[in-house]
């Protein structure tokens, strides 16, 4: 009705300018369809210049992350486009009211043409955010990027559906209908997508996995650094830089290991043992006792074990045999040396558990285990601390007479067999 009047406003005006022009004739028309086209690029340029330079100005002073992100997913560029085609998709059927064909098919290109910005402009928005929380370190706590590609799903659908409609002309309530119908067939489809929705919602409920978490998972060869949380996988770079891609249920339904607690933890377990030849355990005499209190970390602890056993001793009312008396011996002393040498050590955590224990015996001698935590949980610096610590242990063994077990080797016979053969060259007699 106001386009009816409109027009023969303007077509009164014409005419008195001496100008005839039918009110819906095609020349006016196309001046009502250059008018809106004019209106449109007008709140274009509005948009453009003033609102969004407006918001920008504002979000570069509250924040400016926020910004970038909008910036690189190039969220208002889509905002712009999206004023300008409202405006004509409003103006538009009315500019061509009498031309009913031409009016249907422009209001259903139009009125898609919405739907496809907007939802560009929501996938934008939802791709900034995404970035704005990584940037955040929320990631680390919640798989964002599993809720936003469900939302873009759930999102896609709908602008299907309602594209449908548009173009049946038919309210989208019939076609959302017609989905139940379709549900078995939804499920099996999106069965991998569906099961990583839940487990991703069971991974961020149970804080089981977050970005950058060093995981272990032996059924899919996985062993290093998350890189990304997404709706059906997880992304992992393995130490070797291969990438393994681990489905987000596999996570829920298998055993894995999450190193992360090691690492917030500040240590970094040692968790190694040394084999002592048991034929080189031996009391010791006085004299070496004597001599080992040189080394100032074993001074209490001899000085207390010397007191403690010569006090048992002493009172001891039996036949001062051997088997009778308490004596130290060499593999003691050297549990209690490595005791105090890992309590004196910089690198190992001086709040955490740390002990020098003996394992079960087996045939390659006695195990004597270092159990210990590093300060420290870089990698590289454990290693070398590690190392280091028994490369002191193998070297320091022989001043407590004690060996450690090495299997017979080649060089062992090799050895044997020159001994041998200077033997038989000393004892056989001469001519």
């Known amino acids: 009705m106001l386009e009816h009047h409109v027009r023969n406003y303007i077509s009164d005006k014409l005419s008195s300018f001496g100008i005839n022009s039918d009110p819906y004739g095609l020349e006016l028309t196309a001046v009502f369809v250059l008018v809106v086209i004019g ?63 031409l009016s249907a098919i422009a209001d259903k290109l139009l ?28 990631t680390r706590r919640m798989p964002i990027k599993s809720f936003v590609q469900l939302t873009k799903l759930f999102a896609f659908f709908v602008g299907i559906v309602v594209s449908m409609s548009i173009l049946a002309s038919e309210s989208p309530v019939i076609f959302l209908s017609g989905l139940g119908v379709a549900t078995g067939f939804v499920m099996l ?26 995981i272990e998972m032996d059924a899919y060869k996985a062993n290093g650094t998350v890189e990304e949380i997404s709706l059906t996988t997880v992304k992992v770079r393995n130490f070797d830089n291969t990438v393994s891609m681990l489905p987000a249920y596999a996570l829920v339904q298998n055993a894995f290991v999450n190193w992360q607690g090691m690492s917030d933890s500040g240590g970094r377990r040692i968790k190694r043992a040394v084999n002592i030849d048991v034929n080189s355990i031996r009391f010791m005499t006085d004299e070496e006792v004597e001599s080992l209190k040189d080394i100032r970390i074993l001074r209490e602890y001899l000085f207390e074990k010397t007191k403690e056993i010569k006090t048992f001793n002493e009172e001891l009312d039996d036949i001062p045999h051997l088997g009778n008396i308490r004596q ?23 709040y955490m558990m740390f002990m020098v224990r003996q394992l079960e015996p087996t045939s390659e001698g006695l195990p004597l285990q270092i159990y210990a935590f590093t300060n420290n949980t870089d990698w590289v610096f454990y290693e070398g601390v590690q190392a280091d610590i028994f490369d002191h242990i193998y070297s320091i063994m022989p001043l407590f007479d004690l060996r450690p077990f090495q299997v017979f080797g080649g060089n062992d016979a ?18």
Do not use: C
């Open 111 to 138: 009125s898609i043409s919405i739907l496809v910005i907007f939802l560009a402009m929501l996938f934008a928005l939802l791709d900034a955010l995404n970035d704005f929380a990584t940037s955040k370190g929320i």
């Open 189 to 214: 489809v999106f069965k991998d997508t569906i099961l990583g929705f839940v487990a991703g919602i069971q991974l961020s409920a149970n804080r089981m996995i977050s970005l950058n978490d060093w």
């Open 328 to 350: 130290m011996t060499n593999m003691g002393i050297f549990r209690a040396y490595l005791a105090a040498y890992l309590r004196t050590h910089k690198d190992i955590h001086p």
């Open 39 to 101: 209106v449109a690029t007008i709140s274009y340029l509005i948009t453009r210049h003033i609102i969004v330079r407006t918001i920008t100005n504002v979000l570069h002073r509250a924040n400016k992350p926020l910004l970038e992100s909008f910036s690189n997913n190039k969220v208002f560029e889509k905002l712009t486009l999206l004023v300008p085609i409202t405006i004509l998709d409003l103006l538009i059927p009315l500019a061509l009211g009498h031309y009913n064909l």
């Open 414 to 431: 090799v050895a044997l067999g020159l001994s041998n053969a200077n033997r038989s060259s000393i004892s056989k007699p001469t001519v």
